[in-house]
Structures are given as structure tokens and as C-alpha cells.
């Protein structure tokens, strides 16, 4: 609720977001267009974009209908249509001889009804809200977050999250509309439908279909982040649930005793035959949700393979539910040989459809559930820590089981979570990249030429050469670099490539193993590349602040993302 709650402001403080700022005139333009007495068309244009902005998430977010589609066709799209708006209001003579040539004034009049003509009226408005749509799907950190984290487990309760975002943020630009159109019909010279202003507004309309087309409006809207004040991105985000906080503390066992769903769709066991619910009873059990190139994931591994080893025999047993984050995790293959290294020799199966994450309704890795002897969950946790209670928690449901103390403790070692200050998880695909900074935009494609930045501040990364960029990932083709700025302890990169490639890496300038604080996976300043999997590229003996991190890729070879602790 708390969070339906929060997509509902969040949509009403998008129109304060840097990359709508651009945007605003079209809403005005559009409302004022014409009759500005027309009340009905600030109405409308605000319907019509949240009908396009859910439809848009609907058939590219939700959906693989479009997914052969590059993403940045709908700024193409978008901005056509915006400069199509504003030619046919700054030549109306020319756009009536066309649409006579081409039909479309006898086709229109047809589906209108012909003794209608306001409804011919409406056309513009409609045009003008549902070309807006996609665009503004880009610009909240809610969005962002109910797109990624919830969308792939829950459908039905992300679409409730997106639907209130919509309205919060239609129920604003409406205001905006009807104000508009108050003001300027309050002046005489600007409500002529055929004067200078209206001509000024479709100049407008056109300037801002270019930016939208060209994809320019990031340019914009990098431009307005760094020279005013106000932090849309951050006070945004104090809308997201913390983590940390989802499930209240009750001694070790933290949650009241509920029944535990049962496995769907599990396929691919490793280390064992298929498992169900119903084998486990008797027996007490942790459900484990990870996925293989997930650092977070990788950190609570230790703790998983000592209480495995230590209470297997007290009738102990774990459960690793195998839920993708990136496509190639999907492939069975390559999940077997990350549990062969990782040594995890519990049973494994793969969820690549989110089908018990689902059932679990669970949101998060790494994230356990712990089940008791009669099928009840007795402590969840979420994130990495909280290892001890955990601990405490299997001993004291075995001595439930068996009347008697488990007797020795696992021996661990001491866990590592990241800190507060810490460079977040760094997403490179077009789907979820964060903190990118560069003159050409980051959109999917082939052959994309990047020139990097000079300067970067904390967290902020760039590009440079020649690179194919996808929803998942990048892809070095020639004189590709990358470089990022990072405050942490330790620094990761899941990537991967068809044939064994090196990529080098240099910290602060230097190579790497000059510095001394190169990672296990790097050798002479060089990070042999095969298989999609998670590298380990620094190691501090303790939190650095600020350091760069630059790789020279190859061709061919693709990164994900950046994990960090501390």
C-alpha cells in the first residue's frame, strides 16, 4: 500500500523531472491549441498519454510482442508525430491539401460521424497525449524500480503500481493543461488561433519533436540536472521500499508461521532428483532464491555450504531456486558449471520462468525462507547478513525436530555487506543503465560511436570506440573502453564472450598489477574472458573512497553489470 501510495506522488513529481521539463510546451501547446475554450482538450491529451504510457509498458515491458523492436524507434515514432503537430499548425494550408490528396479528411469524417465537428477538434489532443506516452516512461526511479524489481514476479501487482504512477502523473499535467488554457485565453492577442503565438507554439512543437527524435532531450536533460539545484532522481527514490526493512525483527524467528507454497515449474535439478513439498516433510529446509553472477548472492554461498555440511545429517536440507536476472543465466549448462565451482552441493533447480519465486511472492536476491518439520515458514530473510540469526534459527528448528541440540556450529567466515557510501550496483544494458555519461545517448544498436567523458564524478561511468548496445548488455567492437568511477572495498563485472578474449584493466592509470590491488580473476593486468560469469577485477585491503577503473575490451566481448562490496 505504501508503495502504491508512493507511485502515485511519484507520478505527480515526474513533471518536475529533467527530462519532461522539455516536454511541458507540448502539453501547454497542445491544451491551447485552437479553441481555447475547448475545456475538453487538456482532458483529453492527459487521458490519452496514460492510455499510450501503460499500453507502451504493456506491449514492451511486459510483454515479447515487441521485442525484436530497437526501443529508440519510439522516439522516433514520438517525435514525428510531435513535428507532424506542429507543421500542420504552422502551415494549415498545407496540411488540408494533403490530407485531401491522401483521403484522409473524407476517411476522418466517416469514423467521426460527419455531423460532429468537435470531434475532428479532439484528433490533435489525442495525437498529442499518446505520442507523449513512451517518453515519458524514462523519467522516475519508481518507474524504473516496478519495471525491473516487481514486474518479473508480480504482473498483476506491478501493473496496480504503474496504473497509480499513471494517474499521479496524468492528474498533474491535466492541471497543468486546464491552467494554461485559462491563462492564455485571458489574453487576446495569444487565444487568436491563427496569430503569432499559435505560430510560435507549433515552432515549439517542431524544435521539441526534434530532440525528441534525435534522442537530444538527454542532452537536455543532463543540462538541467547539473545547473539547477533540485534532485528529482533523489527525492524520487525515497519512494522505493528499503531492502533492508521488509520483514520485521521477532527474535529468530521473524514471521509468524505460514504455510509454505509448494515448488512450480522447477526445472534442470543439479545435485539432485526433483524435489517437492510434500519429500521435504519431516525434514527442516531453506529455500534459497539466488542467481549465478549475482556478487550478493556469491557472498552468503560460504555460510550456505558450512550449514549444509554441518546439519545435513540432523535433517537439514536447502533448496537453491535458480531465478535469472540475465538470459543467459536461463541456460541449464552454464548454472551446472557455477554450482560446480562454487562447490554448492545441495539441491539445485532452475526457475527461469519466476513460477515458485512467484508462489513465494518473493522480490529479492539473494533471499531464504526457512521452513519448519510440518511445512510452516518460520524466518525469511532478504540480502546478505543476518547470518548468526539464521543460524540460531535452523538450530532451534532441528531441536523442535529432534528434541535434541544439533550440537556443533558452522564454521564460517565473516561476511562481507556493502556500505552506505558505497557505488550501487551498475546496470549496462539500455534496459536499466544508470549513471552513464557521454554525448552519444545509450540506446540500443549497432555500431555506436561513444566519445568519453573527461571528467567523472562518483558512481558516473563512460564510453569510448565503437559499441552494440542491447537491453542486457554492451558489446565491444573496436577501440572500445570503458571507464568508471567508483568509491568501494572490492569491484566485479559479470560478462562473457563466445571465444576466450583478454580484457585489460588499469586502476587510476596504471595497470593494475602495478598498484598491487588487482582481483583473484587478474593476471598481468588481464582478465581472461570466456564463459558469462561474474569477474572479480579489485581488491582493496579496505574501502577506497575514489578510485578508476578502465577496462580495454575486445572485440566481441559483452558486459553486464557491476557489483561492488565494501
Not at 240 to 256: A, H, L, M, T
Request: hydrophobic share 40%; aromatic share 10%; glycine share 8%.
Amino acid at each position: 500500500m505504501l508503495l502504491l501510495f508512493g507511485a502515485f506522488v511519484a507520478g505527480m513529481l515526474t513533471v518536475l523531472a529533467p527530462c519532461v521539463l522539455p516536454l511541458l510546451p507540448v502539453i501547454i501547446g497542445g491544451s491551447v491549441s485552437g479553441e481555447t475554450t475547448d475545456r475538453k482538450r487538456p482532458i483529453i491529451i492527459a487521458v490519452s498519454l496514460a492510455a499510450s504510457l501503460i499500453l507502451f509498458t504493456l506491449l514492451l515491458k511486459a510483454t515479447t510482442v515487441l521485442i525484436g523492436i530497437p526501443p529508440e524507434s519510439i522516439n522516433y515514432i514520438s517525435g514525428s508525430i510531435i513535428i507532424l503537430l506542429g507543421i500542420a499548425t504552422l502551415f494549415p494550408m498545407v496540411y488540408e491539401k494533403i490530407s485531401f490528396k491522401l483521403g484522409f479528411a473524407s476517411r476522418s469524417q466517416k469514423m467521426l460521424n460527419s455531423g460532429n465537428q468537435n470531434k475532428n477538434k479532439h484528433v490533435g489532443a489525442i495525437i498529442t497525449g499518446a505520442a507523449l506516452g513512451p517518453v515519458f516512461s524514462s523519467c522516475s526511479p519508481v518507474y524504473a524500480y516496478i519495471i525491473a524489481t516487481i514486474l518479473p514476479a508480480d504482473f498483476a501487482l506491478a501493473m496496480s503500481y504503474i496504473i497509480a504512477y499513471v494517474l499521479g502523473l496524468s492528474f498533474v499535467l491535466l492541471l497543468v493543461g486546464i491552467f494554461s488554457q485559462r491563462f492564455i485565453s485571458k489574453v487576446r492577442w495569444a487565444a487568436n488561433p491563427k496569430g503569432i503565438f499559435q505560430k510560435v507554439l507549433a515552432i515549439i512543437f517542431i524544435i521539441v519533436g526534434v530532440l525528441v527524435f534525435t534522442g537530444t532531450t538527454t542532452q537536455v536533460q543532463t543540462w538541467v540536472s547539473k545547473n539547477t539545484p533540485f534532485d528529482f532522481d533523489g527525492l524520487s527514490a525515497k519512494f522505493i521500499p528499503d531492502k533492508s526493512n521488509r520483514v520485521s525483527q521477532d527474535g529468530i524467528y521473524n514471521v509468524k508461521p505460514i504455510e509454505a507454497p509448494e515448488f512450480v515449474s522447477l526445472e534442470n535439478w543439479i545435485n539432485s532428483e526433483p524435489l517437492t513439498k510434500e519429500e521435504l516433510s519431516g525434514k527442516v529446509y531453506l529455500v534459497d532464491f539466488w542467481t549465478y553472477s549475482c556478487i550478493n548472492c556469491i557472498r552468503t554461498q560460504p555460510y550456505l555450504k558450512a550449514w549444509y555440511e554441518t546439519y545435513k545429517d540432523d535433517g537439514f536440507e536447502i533448496i537453491g531456486v535458480h531465478a535469472p536476472e540475465f538470459s543467459f543465466e536461463k541456460v541449464p549448462k552454464n548454472v551446472e558449471k557455477a554450482t560446480k565451482e562454487a562447490g554448492l552441493k545441495y539441491p539445485i533447480a532452475l526457475d527461469n520462468d519466476f513460477a515458485t519465486w512467484n508462489a513465494f511472492n518473493n522480490q529479492f536476491w539473494p533471499a531464504s525462507y526457512l521452513v519448519d518439520e510440518t511445512g510452516n515458514i518460520r524466518r525469511v530473510h532478504f540480502g546478505e547478513g543476518g547470518y548468526e540469526e539464521t543460524e540460531e534459527a535452523i538450530r532451534g528448528l532441528l531441536k523442535e525436530k529432534n528434541g535434541t541440540d544439533p550440537g556443533a556450529r558452522a564454521q564460517t567466515t565473516k561476511g562481507r555487506t556493502s556500505g552506505e557510501d558505497e557505488t550501487p550496483e551498475t546496470y549496462l544494458g539500455s534496459r536499466r543503465a544508470s549513471n552513464f555519461v557521454g554525448d552519444t545517448r545509450l540506446i540500443t544498436g549497432e555500431n555506436k560511436v561513444f566519445k568519453a567523458e573527461d571528467e567523472l564524478e562518483i558512481n558516473q561511468w563512460t564510453l569510448d570506440g565503437t559499441w552494440d548496445v542491447s537491453a542486457e548488455n554492451i558489446t565491444a567492437k573496436s577501440n572500445s573502453v570503458l571507464r568508471i568511477r567508483i568509491a568501494a572495498k572490492e569491484a566485479y563485472l559479470v560478462m562473457g564472450s563466445e571465444e576466450s578474449q583478454d580484457v585489460k584493466v588499469l586502476l587510476d592509470n596504471k595497470l593494475i598489477n602495478k598498484t598491487k590491488f588487482a582481483g583473484s580473476d587478474v593476471q598481468s593486468s588481464k582478465v581472461s574472458v570466456e564463459n558469462f560469469e561474474l569477474y572479480r577485477l579489485v581488491e582493496y585491503p579496505k574501502f577506497n573512497e575514489d578510485f578508476i577503473l578502465e577496462l580495454q575490451v575486445p572485440s566481441g566481448v559483452s558486459l553486464n553489470a557491476f557489483t561492488f562490496g565494501s
